[in-house]
T-cell receptor, first 110, second 111 residues
Framework: NAGVTQTPKFQVLKTGQSMTLQCAQD?????MYWYRQDPGMGLRLIYY???????DKGEVPNGYNVSRLNKREFSLRLESAAPSQTSVYFC?????????FGQGTRLTVV | QKEVEQNSGPLSVPEGAIASLNCTYS??????FFWYRQYSGKSPELIMS????GDKEDGRFTAQLNKASQYVSLLIRDSQPSDSATYLC???????????FGKGTMLLVSP
């Protein structure tokens, strides 16, 4: 039982490049989230999807887009990466009692 | 404004001592509260949830909730070096389907 799977684990981008972070969950949950974590800032919500076909902005959505491809998959896209987007990104999928996290993607934008 | 406040630490305790971690939240309507542990370079993992005023115990961990004071705490008894991690308080605010996290408290347990 994999839970929440994120790819890639590490990525280095040049300023202006684009990339998509992939997330998949096999727990049949309706909701999925994308967070970013920066030193001293905790986990901040970028976008979330409460159900298949819906997406909503979180606390820090600027510079990102998301796609809820189906119930299992929720991707995060950086269209034109900036150094300020250097961070650790976590995908999460909540049940009624807890949120399950992927292993994280460490992204560096140079 | 959705706010979850925690002392950033580090909180340093000797092995065997009780570690006390605190969290305050801004939404009086919040009904559920979660404590996550995050080891360096790893993803957060749930260690405790609490929904009612009072104490909830699970092994060496006790969560305490006071809704009137908008305060939730986590006590770790007989602290071990393996408890050294960052502890995140998380609250789903009323009317929202998402979790808001505090910035976390780093706990260091020295042998």
């Amino acid at each position: 039982n994999a839970g929440v799977t994120q790819t890639p684990k590490f990525q280095v981008l040049k300023t202006g490049q684009s990339m998509t972070l992939q997330c998949a969950q096999d727990m049949n949950h309706n909701s999925m989230y994308w967070y970013r974590q920066d030193p001293g800032m905790g986990l901040r919500l970028i976008y979330y999807s409460a159900s298949e076909g819906t997406t909503d902005k979180g606390e820090v959505p600027n510079g990102y887009n998301v796609s809820r491809l189906n119930k299992r998959e929720f991707s995060l896209r950086l269209e034109s990466a900036a150094p300020s987007q250097t961070s650790v990104y976590f995908c999460a999928s909540p049940s009624n009692t807890e949120a399950f996290f992927g292993q994280g993607t460490r992204l560096t934008v140079v | 404004q959705k706010e979850v406040e925690q002392n950033s630490g580090p909180l340093s305790v000797p092995e065997g001592a009780i570690a006390s971690l605190n969290c305050t939240y801004s939404d009086r309507g919040s009904q559920s509260f979660f404590w996550y542990r995050q080891y360096s370079g790893k993803s957060p993992e749930l260690i405790m949830s609490i929904y009612s005023n009072g104490d909830k115990e699970d092994g060496r961990f006790t969560a305490q909730l006071n809704k009137a004071s908008q305060y939730v705490s986590l006590l770790i008894r007989d602290s071990q070096p393996s408890d050294s991690a960052t502890y995140l308080c998380a609250v789903p605010f009323s009317g929202y389907s998402t979790l808001t996290f505090g910035k976390g408290t780093m706990l260091l347990v020295s042998p």
